[in-house]
């Protein structure tokens, strides 16, 4: 069987990364895998451990990262987020694409370990439609706003990284764009 090829969609909090990888999963001919993160914040309402993310204890994940079975791994906002590496391989070795929706902090820990994988940067149309998606959400205070936005100036600076730059404008133009990139690269894997 063709091993999977491995897939990073990044871009900073409230791009919209979620929705365009929901509507990405919707095209069966992709063979997409989504590869479910680890982190020890809490569960949002509706979030189940297991589906969005596999939500452990801070000393559960640092035993992770001792033990090397992160592919990557960041701090944001007081907790940790990971990509477990034994799901990802044997994801991979079943002939899955695997999606990784991770931060850049991650996407470039695992562009070094993966230099082979396909990359590609989800950017908003403008800085003030970021503002307004991560607003809208209603889910953090005022301070945790403001960092979110800082830290999406940081990350949009690093695009050039990525073989791939996309704009979200709406959530169908993005995830058509990003699913003909992967078609191409699943061509020539």
């Not at 993160?37 to 949002?44: F, L």
């Not at 970021?130 to 706003?145: D, S």
């Amino acid at each position: 069987m063709k091993k999977g090829l491995l897939i990073i969609l990044s871009g900073p909090s409230g791009v919209g990364k979620g929705t365009v990888r929901e509507k990405l999963f919707e095209d069966a001919t992709l063979n997409l895998a989504y590869s479910i993160s680890m982190t020890t914040r809490s569960p949002r309402p509706g979030e189940k451990n297991g589906r969005e993310y596999f939500f452990v204890t801070k000393e559960e994940f640092e035993k992770k990262i001792e033990e090397g079975g992160l592919l990557e791994h960041a701090q944001f906002v007081g907790n940790y987020y990971g990509t477990p590496k034994a799901y990802v391989d044997q994801l991979l070795s079943e002939g899955k694409n695997v999606l990784l929706e991770i931060e850049v902090q991650g996407a470039l820990q695992v562009m070094d370990k993966a230099p082979d994988a396909l990359t590609i940067f989800l950017v908003p149309p403008t800085m003030e439609e970021l503002e307004k998606r991560i607003r809208g959400r209603r889910t953090e205070e005022e301070n945790i706003v403001q960092e979110r936005l800082n830290k999406a100036a940081k990350e949009i600076a690093t695009k050039d990284n990525y073989k791939h730059v996309v704009v979200n404008n709406t959530v169908e133009q993005a995830a058509s764009e990003i699913a003909e990139i992967i078609k191409e690269n699943i061509a020539q894997h």
